[in-house]
């Protein structure tokens, strides 16, 4: 069975740091882009960063961009997200995502089951 445990989330306050992991079982983790999402109260889900499976490529979400940073361990299937200086709209759950392309039109995808991040003082 394919597993995405995720931990690392809970209560900070503004300025502060956390560091998300979500551990992969069941998958060649290592062929496989890691992505982090992200979703807030009445807001629609949106990507905050992803790399690709040897770490040669990031993109970061353009709020995030200087304060997070990705990156992954093949050797322990983990992908982390380290938060930096966080703010209050950064309040959301947070999700990890496992991407395989096959040509041009197949994927296969698997999520984490998400952990809440909340900024607040």
């Known amino acids: 069975q394919v597993q995405l445990v995720q931990s690392g989330g809970g209560l900070v306050q503004p300025g502060g740091s956390l560091r998300l992991a979500c551990a992969a079982s069941g998958i060649t983790f290592s062929s496989y882009a890691m992505s982090w999402y992200r979703q807030a109260p009445g807001k629609e889900r949106e990507l905050v960063v992803g790399?690709?499976?040897?770490?040669?490529?990031?993109n970061y979400a353009d709020s995030v961009k200087g304060r997070f940073t990705i990156s992954r361990d093949n050797a322990k299937n983990t992908v982390y997200l380290q938060m930096n200086s966080l703010k209050p709209e950064d309040t959301a759950v947070y999700h990890c995502k496992a991407l395989r392309s096959y040509g041009l039109n197949r994927e296969i995808a698997y999520w984490g089951q998400g952990t809440q991040v909340t900024v607040s003082s």
């Open positions: 790399i690709t499976s040897t770490s040669a490529i990031t």
